[in-house]
């Protein structure tokens, strides 16, 4: 166990310091247990899935429901379908905001022309706008070009949530860049976009790592834009079919459905994870 | 134990003595000495320098005697006060550390009168303000606020809020690193003329040699957290104690090459190559093979005959003085640097032959580095 | 023919100037050394130079063909910077090699590549370090691996950005001799910016002295140590920096220090009574008085106030009349703080200026005897036969 450096003066096991321990370990379990209580849930029978005990008989027959079976009696959704379709949306939606963030970052970063500033602000209040102000809008224009329920329209609407991410976060790592690199390779003979891509772009792979993988949780979390423009072509969506209606409430497969549904995410970002150098910084913080 | 040093002493100069100090960090199973076992005897009054390399141990022995680092053994006195366990408000230091925090909303006037009152009636704070301002060179800097100076400026006033409340005992990190060379020296002749007429005892540390050599009354050169010598700059040039001193101070740096030792009679003369050179050392042994140091500065050509012969491969004209680089056939892996007069102009090719005054030639043992005498 | 003609260059960053109107003439092999201060807008002239900045005004003719408008992948130009900017993917080798595989200028195959890099490499002292990258590399190595990437092609112009302002003392005047052994063997003209003196001296068959985006000076190193044009140029030369004394003329005679300094004023230049003058005196040509000289000298009285060892010199910091007076001296003689002691000044070495404001960088008018240029310390030296 590492010991903490005591400055001269300071003492060890004073009241204060074990009570504001005790204090952070108690929020720790409280902020931990919503997940361990899901990951309870998810293994409970449908007969103990309102028991609060810790002990229970657990079962895997409800990943199984989940997976293969179309939905309960009462709701029909295939869970299957929806992963697929959340993970086509939301991993296209990143790849266009690459494709077209990383340029737009990065003359963003470095040519600071007349209302360049006004023009990111602007970019960033598509986060702060609430959906629900312009989903209805949204459904009746996609609807009228035919593109509810389309993997295209999807992944046009989630722009909204991935390209500002991407953007924002880029800029910061294309700002940060020192100019002489590539000047350098200016010098020693390269055009512009040979230089861009040979040295300012290796650069940015944190950026890029991090910016991709922020934007995809938050692609995937999406609930509004999937439920009014498609037909549970989403996760979170699908989740929300399971609980059922009419007295009758599936926590157990809900649970289960939100264990699956989070992995992705989850399985994204372990494998990013070794790109991921500096951290996430939200680009905002510079160092 | 929480005695503070001023009150015991009054406010005068005090005496600071380093005990057998050591410092370890600790990082998962692994310690790191950082300072192995320092001992410095420090008159009141005195200023003096810790000087050496980066991670030789002397931020780390001043951070001790600050009280921003816990002392893993050993002791600290500030006057007659064990100041271990006392933490940094209580030990009365003045510290300038380069990354000493000037309070942002504040202008510098301000920030200098903060660190003159915190917690105590004084009597006319402008008016000692603009003193200090203008001994350091500073009076229009006093209404800017920190983020419009440059770093340069940021050191001279962080400086200043050391000085400011004249405190028995003053620590300085590197005060004079980020200065330019024309404000680095006025603002060293100050420092020098501020402490004498002051008299706070005072640590520098850094790693500029002419910095320690112009400030100090006496200097600890440092390194691997082991003191290599303490003494005044004088001995620290003229005597060097081993390879590691006498190389680290002098620029142009001093030159090292092998030699073996001939004694002739009373005499006690070296072998390079072809050539011999009286030294003025009387315990080397006859055939020893051992490290000569001659420093550029105490080469002369005029009127030599008998001293070391090469040819010039690079000659700089300095105006004041050249500097040549000499091949020698006996030091073939590298040249040897001579401070030419100015009047000696030389160029490439030709052939120069120079001595040193055998007092000025030291003799080094091969294996430790220790001085021979 | 790698001349190069620069006129009129200007830029500016916003409302600030960075250079302003720069002309220089750099002749074909020529070791061109720009020193100023940090903030004088040498790295902006450099740059500029390369194409790598936008000019506003102005033209750059490299080997005779005008490059204003042309694009720096183009210029033929190489540069080390002063981050050294090296390709931090890149092993030493990838990194020479880059500007060799750019087929920009000429086309080189495999083995003529390697050929290059191993000679580079080898004069460098870095051909045992070709596959680090360069983190792993310390700050004395890096900057030969980007002195290499210059020196690994030919051409036209070499543009160095204070390449040994990052490293220490030692190796910093390891490296400058290293430098101007490299520099005599290959025969490409060079620009070189640098704030140290001593780099410049050492160097530069001519040196132009940038102020805030001026050139305030531009001359052999002798003739800016003799003849510096102002206060400026005066003080960017020679450490401790050269003695500057606020005096007057008063009945033919110059007076400072509150009359501790005095003199005749030279008839040749004409001063009016009355009229305020900057004497100049460098403290290595300040000598202590050990023996006499013959006329033509002046004596000054003082009091030593601090005495502060420079190796084996010392510098003495001397109480004269109102003012003081900053003077070098051999450390082995003695020096009390308190003692009197008596300068000597050859009067050539005296340098008048005209008088100003304190900040002010006034011009220079002449010297104590006249309106020549002082003698240089070796024609000094050998005067007094020392």
Redesign the interface.
Known sequence: M??K??????KRFTAPAILGDVAILAWFVFSLFPIVWMVMLALKTPAEQTTTYFRFSPTLENFVTVLTARGTALTSVDFKAALVSSTINCLGAVVVSLVVGIPAAYAAGRWKFRGSDSLMFNLLSFRFAPELMVIVPLFVIYNGLGLFDTTFGMIWVLQLVTMPLVVWILRSYFEDL?E??E?????????RKRAFT??AL??VRPGIAASALLAFIFAWNNYMFPLILTNSGSVTVAITKFLGGGGQAYYNLTAAAGVVGALPPLILALTIQRYLVQGLSFGAVKG | MSTKVEELHGGGALPLRIRNVRKVYRTGKKGVEAVKSMNLDIEPGELITLLGPSGCGKTTTLRMVAGLETITAGDVFIGDTRVNDLPPSKRNVGVGFESYALYPPLNVRENLSYGLKAGRRVADPDKIVDELADRLEMRDLLSLRPASLSSGQKQRVALARALIRKPPVLLLDEPLGHLDAAARQHVRRELKLLQRQFGYTTIVVTHDQLEAMTLSDRMAVMNGGIIQQYGTPDEIFDDPANIFVADFVGEPSINLFPATVVRDGGRTLVRVGADVLEVAARTATDGAEVMVGLRPQDCHGKGVTKGLTGTVFVYEDLLEHGIARVNHPGVPDKPLVIQTPAELQLSPGASVTFSAPPNRIYLFDKDSGVRIR | MGTLKVRDLTKTYGSTTAIDHLAIDVRDGEFFVILGPSGAGKTTTLKAIAGLVEIDEGSVEIAGVDMTQVEPYYRNVAMAFESYALYPQKTVKDNLASPLKSGRHHHYDEAERTRRIADVTKTLGIDHLLDRLPKELSNGQRQRTALGRVLVRPADIYLLDEPLSHLDAKLRASMRAELKSIASRSNTTTLYVTHDYQEALALADRIAVLRQGEFVQIGTPAEIWRSPVDTFVARAVGQPEINLVDGVVRGGKVRALGGALEFPAPAALELPEGKEIRVGMRPSELVVHREVHDGGWLRVTGRIRLAQRLGRDVELDIEVGDGHLIVIDRADASHEEGQQIELDIHLPNVHLFDGGAPDEHTARLGSAVGRGAAPLPEELEEELGE
């Open positions: 590492a010991r450096e005591m400055m001269p003066g300071q020192p002489d690199l000047q350098a390779a200016l010098l020693d003979g390269y055009s040979m040295v290796p650069l």
